[in-house]
């Protein structure tokens, strides 16, 4: 069972991932759809922190109001109200520009992926594209 099957299946835990695949956006979406859960992405460029941040939520459709700071993303995730893969296409170029606001990013994105309850459906970041080096662990 692949990577993405495994996770959509339920048998590998939700988290951020590291994604190397040649698969049609369009396959994506059906796979992801197909299993039940909800695929938002981030295909533009976004550098800064608040770049970045309301790329995020553009595509997970967070209100007008999102604040576009940590907390205010924190808040948001946990509304999320589907199980829902986050595809970030561009994701090397934030963590180019602001490693650190990447980093800490990544860390609200992590502990929401952790969150998992009856009234917090799955959440999963897959990270496609080049970018530097970092600890998170390959979805195969």
């Not at 509304?79 to 800490?104: H, I, K, M, N």
């Amino acid at each position: 069972m692949s990577g993405l099957a495994g996770l959509l299946a339920g048998k590998i835990d939700p988290g951020v991932y590291r994604w190397h695949t040649e698969l049609a956006a369009r396959d994506l979406a059906d796979s992801v759809t197909g299993a039940g859960w909800s695929l938002a992405q981030i295909a533009e460029v976004a550098e800064t922190k608040d770049e970045v941040l309301g790329a995020i939520g553009t595509a997970l459709g967070f209100p007008a109001h999102f604040g576009r700071n940590l907390d205010a993303l924190w808040d948001s995730l946990r509304d999320v109200s589907a199980p829902t893969v986050l595809l970030w296409e561009t994701w090397g170029c934030a963590a180019y520009a602001d490693r650190a606001g990447f980093d800490r990013i990544v860390g609200v994105l992590r502990d929401r992926t952790a969150e998992i309850a009856e009234d917090r459906p799955a959440f999963t970041v897959l990270l496609r594209g080049d970018g530097p080096e970092t600890d998170l662990a390959d979805l195969g």
